[in-house]
């Protein structure tokens, strides 16, 4: 049984910085595409970052130059470190493994970037 769970989110200023973290199990994910969406309320789900088997990344233009995401492949995990937070962040936001289409989805985890 594939299960990630997300961990991570919470309350934090504008400007400041998470980490979010994705632990798989059921699943190896070092070769696959694993990626960070997003979804704001009232709002479709979206893509935020994703790392691909090679270790190449791909970021949305609205989180470039602020958010880092990164895999641990002896940890079998995917982590989304995100600074200069603004309110326009939050949301909840899923890990996922193997693409939106057929992959695996976490149950998600809050961001609220709020004064």
């Known amino acids: 049984q594939v299960q990630l769970v997300e961990s991570g989110g919470g309350l934090v200023q504008p400007g400041g910085s998470l980490r979010l973290s994705c632990a798989a199990s059921?699943?190896?994910?070092?070769?696959?595409?694993k990626g960070w969406y997003r979804q704001a309320s009232g709002k479709q789900r979206e893509p935020v970052a994703s790392?691909?088997?090679?270790?190449?990344?791909d970021y949305a233009d609205s989180v470039k130059g602020r958010f880092t995401i990164s895999r641990d492949n002896a940890e079998n995990t995917v982590s989304l470190q995100m600074n200069s937070l603004k309110p326009e962040d939050t949301a909840i936001y899923y890990c996922?493994?193997?693409?939106?289409?057929?992959?695996?989805w976490g149950q998600g985890t809050q961001v609220t970037v709020s004064s």
């Open positions: 790392i691909r088997g090679s270790g190449s990344t």
């Open positions: 996922n493994v193997g693409g939106p289409v057929n992959g695996y």
């Open positions: 059921g699943i190896s994910i070092r070769f696959a595409t």
